[in-house]
């Protein structure tokens, strides 16, 4: 109701503006977007890039942009998994991003209040799907989408060939356990072995604590959808009616991985590489490596990625994890000058067709009307899944509470784990993810 009441609202401005003849000067309106060299250029764009893997790119697609319009485009990046640390300095400071991230709810608590309203924006006008918007209590739309991806785990259907199997094979958790053992038990005679490394650092523990961990909120989430105020609102409690499962799936990737798993709190290890060198034919990723794994020489076309099977009733009809936590947000406290800026830039980004190949080329797909087509072809197949009649695993994950703090506990109880896999430590990875969920969530909402 309040959506469809700022809607109506939004018209009868326009209708005014109309009937008195009168029109927002330009540029200050930040919904009117300026054609890239059309003015002098006036204010600046700061981007907090929320993405490492895509900074490069982001750094030479600024450069064009300040090339083409004179406009100076800021590219910063957030190291892995210090991104909220990172924008609460950023954000104290004289000059502050002007695009930085809000991509979830729980981040919509946080932030909102430093969130330009995008209804009605230039930038907003150019998306083609409302599936990827952030609001707030008050129906301000607070981020947007600018790209989706899946994830799952990724498979050198190659190495698999050669061990003497074929991906049709795996199915369920039942026939991914039996390929995975069958060939760690011969990974001598082979040459490599299942899984990559599954490291427990900041720079890898996200794959688990982040991503595996979904399958759990994930299929709780579908048993009662009304706890989640469906999908709009994280559950206050989690039952861990699936931790079992996500246990089955976890113990599989870290006991038949090509490193000890008590060596996995340490860090330090490139999964990516050893995956890309033939060292092992699974890798729990997603769909934005693959240009890396492309970078160094990987044949695509002999890549796969199939879902998170563990043992769940009726999984063979599992499609991957698809969904987001990449949304753009603008800062509402910025100068109506770096404000117009920004938009002018994001639309280039999304509209001209070199600048939206090349971040195509980075995020993989982008939801706007004339963004280049996406070539990734894990995201090709997670859209394959759909059209098999296979379910999609949303992000449920979006919704975890006080986020760095509840991955911060559940790194440290999965660490212990890994070093001693008792029955009363992994009882801690429950708690840490269970009762964690519940004690950061009345941390957050009180």
Not at 292 to 312: F, N, Q, R
Request: glycine share 8%; proline share 3%.
């Amino acid at each position: 109701m309040k959506k469809l009441l700022a809607m109506l609202m939004a018209l009868v401005m326009v209708l005014s503006f109309a009937a008195c003849g009168e029109t927002p000067e330009e540029p200050s309106d930040p919904e009117a977007p300026v054609e890239p060299g059309e003015t002098e250029a006036t204010g600046s764009v700061y981007w907090l890039n929320f993405k490492p893997e895509s900074d490069e790119v982001l750094k030479e697609l600024a450069a064009k942009y300040t090339a083409e319009t004179g406009v100076e485009v800021k590219i910063e990046t957030a190291a892995s998994g210090t991104y909220n640390e990172t924008l609460t300095a950023e954000m104290d400071k004289s000059e502050a991003p002007t695009i930085f991230v809000v991509g979830n709810q729980a981040a919509v608590d946080t932030w909102g209040d430093y969130c330009l309203d995008l209804t009605g924006t230039a930038i907003e006008a150019e998306l083609n799907t409302d599936a990827y918007k952030l609001y707030d209590a008050d129906g301000k739309l607070c981020s947007i989408g600018y790209c989706y991806e899946c994830y799952g785990i990724i498979v050198n259907n190659a190495l698999l060939n050669e061990a003497g199997h074929d991906v049709s094979e795996i199915t369920n958790f039942e026939t991914l356990k039996a390929v995975v053992e069958d060939i760690t038990a011969r990974s001598e005679e082979l040459g490599f072995g299942a899984f990559t490394s599954n490291a427990m650092d900041s720079s890898s523990s996200w794959r688990y604590t982040g991503h595996m961990i979904n399958l759990e909120y994930y299929y709780e989430y579908v048993d009662d959808n009304a706890a989640w105020a469906n999908g709009t609102a994280a559950a206050p409690t989690l039952t861990g009616a699936y931790m079992d499962n996500f246990k089955n799936l976890y113990d599989l990737a870290v006991v038949n991985s090509i490193v000890d798993r008590k060596e996995l709190a340490n860090g330090g290890f490139d999964a990516q590489a050893e995956f890309a060198e033939g060292k092992a034919v699974f890798y729990v990723q997603g769909s934005w490596e693959a240009g890396g794994l492309e970078g160094k020489g990987m044949d695509l076309s002999t890549l796969s990625m199939i879902p998170y099977y563990c043992g769940v009733e009726g999984e063979e009809k599992a499609g991957l994890n698809c969904g987001t936590e990449n949304y753009w947000a603008i800062n509402g406290d910025a100068s109506e000058e770096d404000i117009q800026a920004t938009i002018d830039f994001m639309v280039w980004l999304v509209t001209d067709p070199e600048a939206s190949e090349a971040a195509v080329g980075t995020f993989g797909v982008m939801p706007y009307k004339s963004a280049a087509v996406s070539t990734n072809p894990f995201l090709a197949q997670a859209n394959a899944y759909l059209g098999d009649g296979c379910y999609n695993m949303a992000w449920i994950t979006n919704f975890q509470p006080n986020v760095d703090a509840y991955r911060a506990t559940a790194v440290n109880a999965l660490n212990a784990y890994n070093a001693d896999p008792t029955d009363a430590n992994w009882a801690t990875v429950v708690t840490a993810f269970i009762d964690g969920w519940a004690v950061q969530y009345q941390a957050v909402n009180g």
